[in-house]
């Protein structure tokens, strides 16, 4: 089954670093761009990185640039994203996502595989 499935979330301090892992089915894995968006209570579902098929190009949201970055390893279907100099303003639920092509783009509604989510919680 087509199946994606985010770990690696927890309570930090500010300055500290997370890595998170979202697995998927290789069939979802191979082809497909990839990418982790957040939502954080009342706010809309905010674009974090992404990672492209064809060209492997990473994207990173405005907020996040310098302190995040995607990674993908095909020996284990994997997706990583590492978070460095995490700010209270991180905290969130993280989802990873899959396209059913291979670009990334910035907007959740392109994205048709989800995975549950993992809360990242920040404290100052």
């Known amino acids: 089954q087509v199946r994606l499935v985010e770990s690696g979330g927890g309570l930090v301090q500010t300055g500290d670093s997370l890595r998170l892992s979202c697995t998927a089915s290789?069939?979802?894995?191979?082809?497909?761009?990839m990418a982790w968006f957040r939502q954080a209570p009342g706010k809309e579902r905010e674009f974090v990185a992404g990672?492209?098929?064809?060209?492997?190009?990473?994207y990173y949201g405005d907020s996040v640039k310098g302190r995040f970055t995607i990674s993908r390893d095909g020996a284990v279907n994997t997706v990583y994203l590492q978070m460095n100099n995490l700010k209270p303003e991180d905290t969130a639920v993280y989802y990873c996502?899959?396209?059913?092509?291979?670009?990334?783009?910035?907007?959740?509604?392109?994205?048709?595989?989800w995975g549950q989510g993992t809360q990242v919680t920040v404290s100052s």
């Open positions: 996502a899959a396209r059913r092509t291979g670009a990334v783009v910035t907007t959740a509604g392109y994205y048709f595989y």
């Open positions: 290789r069939r979802l894995f191979t082809n497909n761009g």
């Open positions: 990672v492209d098929w064809s060209t492997d190009s990473r």
